[in-house]
């Protein structure tokens, strides 16, 4: 009799009642290597919408219900409750492909921790926001690009994140939780701990994973962003790496905010003084216009471009809004 080996898929959820049933039935759909077998846990952080009566008509094996619980300390209980030798997790309104667990399974059954992922792709019914952020993520690492399809091992950790994140259970013994003092981005942490620690971590262009619930207009992608800031979590980047990896998106956002403070005092000197004073307007061009540059030339798209500077701009608003401490009860953008 063949061994038998058991994943662990995780999600928590608020508020996803319409896309927990597809992503049961994507489970169910999964096929799976010979010795291989599902557990599927449920971990609800107090939704509003039947989200865990459904999961349970759904078929999920475990569903636990956590009100006001944050995103960590619910995954910390995920982990608690997993029974699998493999361990995944996906966001609720995330369809995984038929040959998920088959890409992954060969990595899993290493007995060193090995931490695998990939960005998300938007549906085909997605409109150009969907679209140009998934090109942001799919080309900000060079490496990722290549056409055929390779894995990605290089800055791998910037492309992994709980939407389409797996992992063996001796990465535990190396990373053993969430950082629960981070609202968000402990998934971020968690990867970036797993490669700081020396970890095997790879962001595999073969572990396809649908993601149904990205934001659809620029209001929502503007309140999305500003819920995934956290200067907690910037600055535990800061001090375990010195600021030498990972930290592309602080620098983006401290610039962002110099720029923008630059922008008021040109103005004034431009009205008492002299007109030339309109230049300090510049920076915040560039601190935009540069990476969508950089990304539209990598994808090979001018209209890229346009889009990106748009979207990099409600980015580094929303984070600038973060850092200086103008949002302190945010709370997530699909509440």
Known sequence: MSEQHVLSVMVVALNEAKHLPGLKAALDKLRLPEGWSL??????GGSRDGSVEIAREAGFDECHVHPDASIPICRNHAL???RGNALAFLDGDCMPDKDWLEQAAPWLLQPAPVLL???????????????????????????ARRADAAPVTAGAF????????????????????????????????FAFRA????????????????????PSTLR??????????????????????????????????????VALLLVPLGAVLALLYTPWSWFLLAPLVL??????ALIADRANSPLLFIRLIILYFLYGLARSVDLVGLAPGKKSWKS
């Open 158 to 189: 910037r492309l992994i994140t709980t939407r389409n994140m797996l992992f063996n259970r001796a990465l535990l013994d190396v990373v053993p939780s969430f950082d629960e003092t981070l609202t968000t981005g402990e998934d971020t942490d």
């Open 287 to 292: 601190v935009t216009a540069v990476p969508a």
């Open 220 to 257: 929502q992608y503007y309140r999305q962003q500003l819920w995934h800031a956290n200067r907690k979590a910037y600055s535990t980047i800061l001090k375990s790496a010195g600021g030498k990896s990972g930290a592309n998106a602080i620098y983006f956002s401290l610039a962002f905010l």
């Open 39 to 44: 557990e599927t846990i449920l971990i609800d």
């Open 80 to 82: 608690r409750l997993a």
């Open 195 to 214: 490669a700081q620690a020396g970890c095997q971590v790879v962001a595999l262009p073969a572990l396809r994973v649908t993601h149904l619930g990205e």
């Open 117 to 143: 992922g990939y960005p998300v792709q938007p549906p085909e019914s997605g409109n150009w926001i969907h679209r140009s952020w998934h090109a942001h993520w799919h080309h900000k690492n060079p490496a």
